[in-house]
């Protein structure tokens, strides 16, 4: 279902090492499963930022030369997830500006549910935007002289801000890194030597040899520089309930990686076995659809003790840039990535486990090719509940009709699908393989039970296929209500 979720981030951050920009390429390198748009690398000197920055993959946006005309002790990154329109350099980050206050870099993972009106409320009075983002409202608060004036203009200017958001800040002496209240998105502290790190996953720092030294707390701002680390909030602790995003526990983290407490892979083989407990299928084989779903599927086979072998070899050399927007293409590109392997799915009945299913027409033409490679059955399970709600906090899910769940029963959806049968895990075996506790979770998109406000009279406004679109609260209607966090 990989294709079918656009936007998310992934972020990094270093002070205090000779190599700063090299290691930060390295750290977006290891979290370029988080977005695929674009790259960039901010590097400072104590005294001015420099910029790198194109579209693509890492190593198509940034090249040797970049890195090394950017070699300064101090950097952030950040990459950006690929949508299948086009895609404008502007809305590449970081987002480098110079203000009254200096120059400032700031990279974002998460969504700004109220930027739409702070955006207006500038606009009217003549600011100038160059972006589409949600980020760049953050770096006008910053250089407004009403949040200037206040003894800790970030603190401030955070408080204004309603949604999800780890945002990595670089000045020209030091990084500012913070998490937002409910902590949505996750962000870890490392250390490297002397070096102080910042990442949103820690397989950025296993790949550049840093230690892990804990999770940034929700509504923490550390500063990092040279002369070492101090750390204050913006709010109270427990002043908002946490809102971990469970998707990343089902589809974005890297297994390797530890976050929210937990690592990825031990989550994703509990909620395997847990599918395997609440929907037994009577088969020879337990195959994944890689990638996601092979931590998963390994937890179907050791609890239903069906034996688990490959059903598809992956083509690893379909990047996303080849995804085209129209559905036949589509379909051929999945083709493409996932061959099924003949020899192994043949004449047998088949456990497929999927970690979601966002419009089906994916996990669809999986199941065909399937067929055509002469499956006897196909029982899919699906390591996580049916999608049925958009994500309004950074994550551009296909609009609600295009989601395969929205108004179908799971008959109607394995009709659709065209297996022999079909089951999701509940959203209460969901929590209970997180662990970590329900309460401290967002499942909106499969609850509907939005954790954060999204208010529509309040933020008039939201992200919707990557862009920016108003609209009146009369046309809002769909949007659930919410409790102030
Ligand atoms: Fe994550 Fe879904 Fe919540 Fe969005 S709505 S933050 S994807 S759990």
Redesign the pocket.
């Given at each position: 279902m990989s294709s079918d979720i656009r936007h998310h981030c992934g972020l990094f951050g270093i002070v205090g090492h000779p190599d700063a920009a090299e290691l930060t390429y390295l750290g977006l390198y290891a979290q370029q499963h988080r977005g695929q748009e674009s790259a960039g690398i901010c590097a400072a000197d104590g005294k001015k930022i420099a910029l790198r920055s194109g579209l693509g993959l890492v190593t198509d946006a940034l090249r040797q030369r970049d890195l090394a005309e950017i070699h300064n002790p101090i950097a952030i990154g950040h990459v950006r997830y690929s949508t299948t329109g086009s895609c404008s350099e502007p809305n590449i980050q970081p987002l480098l500006v110079t203000c009254s206050i200096g120059q400032i870099a700031v990279a974002h993972n998460g969504n700004l549910v109220n930027a739409a009106r702070l955006r207006r409320e500038y606009e009217e009075d003549g600011h100038i935007f160059v972006t589409t983002s949600d980020t760049e409202v953050v770096l006008h608060m910053l250089a407004d002289r009403r949040f200037g004036e206040k003894p800790d203009p970030l603190a401030a200017v955070l408080r204004q801000l309603c949604g999800?958001y780890c945002l990595v800040l670089l000045y020209p002496d030091r990084i500012e890194a913070v998490r937002d209240p409910s902590g949505?998105r996750p962000l870890c502290l490392g250390r490297l030597g002397e070096a102080w790190v910042v990442a949103s996953e820690t397989c950025a720092l296993d790949i550049i040899d840093a230690a892990y030294v804990r999770d940034f707390e929700p509504g923490e701002i550390v500063t990092l520089s040279r002369s070492g680390l101090s750390t204050r909030r913006f709010v109270e602790a427990g002043a908002c309930r946490r809102?971990h995003?469970?998707?990343?526990y089902v589809y974005f983290a890297d297994p390797s990686s530890d976050i929210f407490g937990e690592n990825v892979h031990r989550v994703r083989r509990a909620l395997g076995s847990a599918l395997a407990r609440e929907a037994p299928a009577d088969a020879d084989l337990v195959v994944a659809v890689p990638n996601c779903a092979r931590c998963a599927a390994l937890g179907y086979h050791e609890e239903s003790g069906i034996a688990i072998g490959r059903g598809f070899t992956t083509n690893h050399y379909v990047g996303r840039s080849f995804i085209q927007p129209t559905q036949p293409i589509r379909d051929l590109t999945v083709r493409l990535k996932l061959n099924p392997i003949r020899g192994s799915v043949a004449g047998r009945r088949l456990v497929v486990v999927e970690d979601s299913v966002v419009r089906g027409t994916t996990t669809r033409g999986k199941m065909q090719s399937l067929r055509d490679a002469g499956a006897k059955e196909i029982h899919l399970r699906v390591a996580s509940p049916p999608i049925r709600?958009p994500?309004?906090?950074?994550?551009d899910?296909p609009s609600r009709e295009e989601l395969v769940a929205d108004g179908r029963t799971v008959e109607e959806i394995r009709a659709y699908l065209g297996v022999d049968s079909l089951a999701y895990l509940s959203l209460e075996g969901m929590l209970a393989a997180a662990k970590t506790g329900s309460t401290d979770?967002?499942?909106?998109?499969?609850s509907g039970e939005?954790p954060i406000p999204i208010d529509p009279t309040f933020h008039k406004g939201v992200f919707e296929q990557g862009q920016l679109r108003f609209f009146d609260a009369t046309e809002a209607t769909p949007l659930q209500p919410v409790k102030p966090c």
């Open positions: 999800t949505n809102a995003c469970i998707f990343e709600y994500c309004y906090y950074g994550i899910f979770f967002c499942h909106a998109c499969f939005y």
